[in-house]
């Protein structure tokens, strides 16, 4: 293998790319990925706002059917999409050897996203409370109709008799229009419930990975403190070394100078002797 092929496969795989300039730029994957998370949470922060106003009318003046229907609809959406983006997430949060740009879109969107979920289950426990008391309301409503405030005496007996046959009298698909309200409400109430537990199952295991990769940061920058101070010791015991060597070689060449003199010194005697 050429070392023009191996550069070129090189510079085709890990999570970036170089560019003109040398440096590496983002994966187009990845951002493809990060860009529709974000765009999705963007959304979902729109559905909080308006579940937000539509919860706080629940159980006044201004509740209808169609308000909770609203209300159920948006929950039940906003639950599948918090659903894909958890698993975007963790998708996104387990990338092979991210540069330094890629992990701050980790933390970003892993950021906002544990915020977007927090709020949404805060007003899926709001919803599931309103419903439960309208539930609670409508049945007690439905079930004390006749009883309630009847008077005393023999009038009240009467007026009682009247309300009785009235009650008789009165179509039997109302009181199952009431009873059918109620089964819904409760089986919305049901599906809500699911929806909290399955999204807190999701927020554990998306903690746990962004956990993970923090430990795997910590022991990758450990592993880096402990790289650089071992450099610097056999720096230091580089320097050291060529030191003593130098110092050797002034100390030889001060003897070889020494022993010339006195070889130059004894020639000279037997010489002139």
Known sequence: MSFDQLSSIESGSGGGRRGNNGAYSDDPEFSRLSQSLMNKLF?????????????????????????????????????EQFKEVGEGIKKIQTWEEPTPTQKYSQQ????????????????????IEKQRASVTAAKAALDHETTEGAPSGVEGEQLQLQQQEQVHLAPQDEVDFQE??????????????????????????????VSEQGEVLETIESNAVNIRDDTRGADYELRSAARYQKNARSKACCLLLVLAIIMAIVLLAVFLG
């Open 108 to 127: 970003k969107l892993s950021r906002e996203f544990k915020s977007a979920l927090g709020e949404f289950q805060s007003l899926q426990r709001t919803a």
């Open 180 to 209: 059918a309200l109620i089964t819904e409400r409760e089986e919305e109430i049901r599906q809500i419930e699911e929806g909290v537990g399955d999204l807190n199952v999701l927020f554990q295991q998306v903690a746990q990975i």
């Open 43 to 79: 959304h979902l922060q729109g559905n909080i706002s308006k579940l937000k106003t539509d919860i706080g009318l629940l159980g006044t003046r201004r509740d209808n059917p169609r308000l909770r229907e609203r209300v159920h609809v948006v929950i039940e959406e906003s639950t």
